[in-house]
C-alpha cells in the first residue's frame, strides 16, 4: 500500500504514472465495518476494471480544525487508520492535511484539485458524506459533475451490523461509556490508545504491579475511568496488559492517567511508543481504604485480565 500526502491547496501536482483508480473520500475515523464495507465494494470494482484502489482522507479530523472547543475526538491517529487499512483491499492512500483554508474551498475546486492529483475512473462514497465549504459536495453535487469530469459515481448505503447502526459517532459513545467490548464489536477490532511511555509517580512498582503511564495525544478518545484487559503492542510485541484509567483516588486527588500493568514483563521501556488495544471493562474506579486493600483487588483483577486474555487467545487460534 502506498501513501502520499497532498496539499491541495498548493499548485496541483502532476499525476503518478499509475493506473486509474477507483477512489473513496471519508474521514474514515476508527476504520469500523460500515468503512470496511465501502472499501470493500471499491476494492471489487477496481479489480474488475483494472485500476486501483484508493481512499482520500483528511488528518486531523475536519471537525477538530473547524470547530475544535466542540470537536469529538478520534477514535484513530493518522498511524493507527493506516495500519487499519493496510492489506490487500487497498493499492494507494491519499492523506490531504486538512486546515481553515482547504474548509473554505469550494467543492467545486476541491474536486477539481483532486483530479488534478489523482487520475480517478469512478468515485465511491457513504449516501451521507459531503465535501468543500457548506458540505456543497454532496451527491448531487458530484452527480452533476460526473459526466463533464469523466468519472462513474456511486453511492453505498449505510449498513447495520447486529441491528444497530454503525458510525464513529456511535462507536465513540460506546467507548466514552467504557463499553469497549461492543465498540470493538461495532468497528471489527478492538479500540486502540496510542501513548508514548513517561515516568510516573512509581506507585504500581511500590504496590507489586509496576506500570506503563502513558502520555496519550489530547486529540484521542479516552475511554470512561476504570479497570480494563487488553493487550499492549510494544514494537512487534503483543503483550497481555491489566489498564487502569483513572485518578488514583486511594491516594488523593490526582490527574487523570492512563497506566498498563505488562503481565510476566519487566523492562524499562520510558520513552516508548506503545499502543493500547481494549479488550473489556472490568469495574469502574473505587477507592480504597489502604494499600493492602488495593493490592488485594489488583490481585483479582490481574487474574481476571488473564482469563479474558486467554479466551481471546483461544478464539483467535481456532
Known amino acids: ?67 475544535p472547543e466542540s470537536a469529538p475526538r478520534s477514535i484513530t491517529d493518522l498511524d493507527e487508520k493506516l495500519s487499519l487499512l493496510a492489506g490487500p483491499d487497498v493499492d494507494m492512500v491519499v492523506v490531504l492535511p486538512f486546515t481553515h483554508e482547504l474548509s473554505r474551498l469550494p467543492a467545486g475546486d476541491f ?5 488534478a492529483c489523482v487520475r480517478v475512473a469512478e468515485i465511491w462514497f457513504g449516501a451521507d ?13 458530484l452527480a452533476g459533475l460526473a459526466g463533464p469530469r469523466g468519472y462513474g459515481l456511486h453511492v453505498v448505503p449505510r449498513i447495520n451490523h447486529d441491528g444497530r447502526r454503525i458510525s464513529s459517532s456511535e462507536a465513540r459513545s460506546l467507548i466514552s461509556e467504557g463499553r469497549v467490548r461492543e465498540a470493538g464489536d461495532l468497528l471489527g ?36 475511568t476504570g479497570i480494563y484487559a487488553g493487550f ?9 496488559a491489566a489498564i487502569s484509567i483513572g485518578h488514583s483516588p486511594t491516594f488523593g486527588q490526582n490527574p487523570l492517567t ?3 500493568h505488562l503481565l510476566d ?18 469495574r469502574g474506579e473505587e477507592r480504597f481504604a489502604g494499600s493492602e486493600a488495593l493490592i488485594a483487588q489488583m490481585d483479582r483483577d490481574v487474574e481476571q485480565v488473564r482469563q479474558i486474555l486467554g479466551s481471546c487467545r483461544s478464539a483467535a487460534a481456532v
Open 265 to 282: 514483563f519487566d523492562r524499562d521501556i520510558v520513552g516508548r511508543e506503545i499502543k493500547l488495544e481494549l479488550v473489556e471493562r472490568l
Open 111 to 115: 474536486l477539481d484539485r483532486l483530479l
Open 232 to 240: 499492549a503492542h510494544l514494537g512487534e510485541e503483543r503483550l497481555e
Open 1 to 67: 500500500m502506498r501513501v502520499t500526502t497532498v496539499d491541495l491547496l498548493k499548485a496541483p501536482q502532476e499525476q503518478e504514472p499509475a493506473r486509474p483508480s477507483v477512489i473513496t473520500i471519508g474521514s474514515f475515523d476508527g476504520v469500523h465495518r460500515g468503512h470496511r464495507y465501502l472499501i470493500g465494494e471499491v476494492a471489487d470494482r477496481a479489480r474488475s476494471k483494472g485500476c486501483e484502489a484508493a481512499v482520500v482522507t483528511f488528518d486531523p479530523l475536519p471537525a477538530q480544525v473547524i470547530r
Open 129 to 141: 458524506f459531503a465535501f468543500g465549504h457548506g458540505r456543497e459536495g454532496d451527491v448531487a453535487f
Open 189 to 224: 477490532h478492538p479500540p486502540g490508545l496510542p501513548g508514548i511511555v513517561e515516568s510516573g509517580a512509581g506507585r504500581g512498582r511500590g504496590l507489586g504491579y509496576p506500570t506503563a503511564n502513558l502520555r496519550i495525544s489530547p486529540a484521542h478518545i479516552i475511554p470512561a
Open 258 to 260: 492512563v497506566e498498563a
